[in-house]
């Protein structure tokens, strides 16, 4: 056990964790910033910028082909950021751990070189109506290139999926199911066990988008029983532009590459050439190796963390918002599930989202509004956008209560 969980008091220290993440320490139009967009992306803490600035003070060099030392260090360090992942994944073999540029590319990946390979005309592929742009978007353009069919999977009023609606479109046209884990929209935790036992009873895979909930709780991904798993490293403290497609080892080895060039081949030539073996076969060009090790460095960092005690602090934060919430009039939370990680959207009567985002950040408090990549979930619910608060280990409080100082303010200035 780490030095800190080892040391976590009963409750959570947040304040302590807080001191962690130097960005956090600013004042932002004459106020101390609350950050409030961590679905968006995290802050990130110092031993992460730390990893980073010192693979470049030290280390850098390119990976895998070179023979001097510089790239060996380079080499081992990325490979050791793979394990990393690997071990926090669960993964069996660190060989299905595939770098990626983010959540994006992986289901882009996926979508491309298993969706081109094997989807019919006729076949369908299920998305949920929660999904964000990038769990849906990559679908349609293999679609338009195979002949195959999108089909949204219906949500109720709540914001969760209709696990009835799900239950009537499963048929043998089904090959794929494409979910997130956590809406990014409203925070929504989707019953991902559930989904791929009626997935599987249909012989349909299952593709869950894990961007926003690897932050919030340690995922097994073997024990989901989902073929591919997709993350990105900067919703979990790690750094932009370097994220991870999970899948399952027969599925990865029969897939065909999705993208040619160097560090992909086993042999060149013309008119064949040869693939590498998994995991390099997925990872053409050079690799964001400083974003792997930053990586690396956020899971470490996340080791010295004791996650129960952070998942019931943030519960106890959105707990203590929808308190506060039911106290303001003309408030409406958008999405009531049952389950939710960490998010809370509204709407306030009488305002815009962005009217109120801005007055927020006036008061040094960062949300989100808009669609939130949501569009057809937006459509579904009837409304253009909301505003967003999410909330990560570091939030405290007095953060919420800062949020709703704000929210008081924009009732009596807009509403
Ligand atoms: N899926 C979900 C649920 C997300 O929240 C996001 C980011 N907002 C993405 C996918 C896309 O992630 P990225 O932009 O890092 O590729």
């Given amino acids: 056990m780490s030095a800190r969980a080892a040391n976590a008091l009963p409750g959570f220290d947040a304040e302590s964790v807080r001191r962690d ?41 390119n990976v895998h082909r070179g023979v001097h030392t510089l790239s060996d260090r380079a080499t081992h360090a990325f490979e ?29 990946l996926v979508a491309h070189s298993w969706g081109r390979s094997t989807l019919r005309p006729g076949d369908r592929v299920l ?18 290139a195979t002949g195959a069919e999108v089909i949204p999977i219906p ?18 046209r089904v090959k794929m199911v494409a979910v997130n884990h956590v809406s990014n929209a409203l925070g929504t935790v989707n019953p991902v066990l559930e989904i791929v036992s009626m997935a599987k009873a249909v012989g349909a895979l299952v593709l869950v988008d894990g961007a926003q909930s690897v932050a919030h709780w340690p995922v097994d991904v073997p ?13 979990l403290f790690g750094p932009t532009g370097v994220g991870v497609l999970w899948g399952r080892e027969a599925l990865l080895e029969a897939m065909p590459p999705f993208m040619g060039g160097g560090e992909m081949i086993e042999r060149v030539a013309f008119p064949t050439t040869t693939f590498n073996s998994l995991p390099f076969k997925f990872e053409a060009g050079t690799p964001n190796i400083a974003g792997a090790i930053g990586l690396a460095a956020a899971i ?8 129960e005690a952070a998942m019931a602090h943030e519960a106890a934060l959105l707990a203590r918002t929808l308190e506060l919430a039911a106290e303001v009039e003309g408030l409406r939370r958008v999405g009531t599930p049952a389950h939710a990680a960490g998010i809370f959207s509204f709407l306030l009567e009488g305002t815009h989202p962005s009217d109120v985002g801005m007055l927020l950040d006036q ?19 009837g409304i253009p956008g909301t505003v967003r608060a999410s909330y990560s280990i570091y939030n405290t409080q007095e953060d919420v209560s800062r949020l709703f100082e704000g929210i008081h303010k924009a009732k009596r200035l807009f509403a």
């Fill in 21 to 61: 993440f130097p960005i956090l320490d600013q004042q932002i139009n004459g106020h101390p910033l609350v950050y409030l967009d961590n679905a968006a992306t995290t802050q990130k803490p110092e031993c992460v910028i730390e990893a980073i600035s010192n693979y470049y003070r030290r280390d850098n060099a």
């Fill in 80 to 108: 050791q950021a793979r394990q990393a992942v690997a071990d926090f994944l669960g993964s069996p073999r660190v060989e299905q751990v595939i770098w990626t540029s983010g959540t994006t590319a992986a289901i882009n």
């Fill in 127 to 144: 998305v949920s109506w929660l999904e964000h742009h990038s769990n849906i978007v990559p679908w349609q353009l293999v679609a338009a």
């Fill in 155 to 172: 949500v109720t009023d709540a914001g969760e999926i209709d696990l009835r609606s799900l239950a009537d479109l499963l048929d043998g």
């Fill in 223 to 235: 024990a989901l029983g989902c073929d591919f798993f997709v993350m990105s490293g900067h919703k």
């Fill in 300 to 307: 470490d960092y996340l080791g010295t963390i004791d996650r």
């Fill in 363 to 381: 008061q040094g408090i960062a949300v989100r509004t808009g669609h939130h990549c949501a569009q057809p979930l937006m459509e579904r619910l």
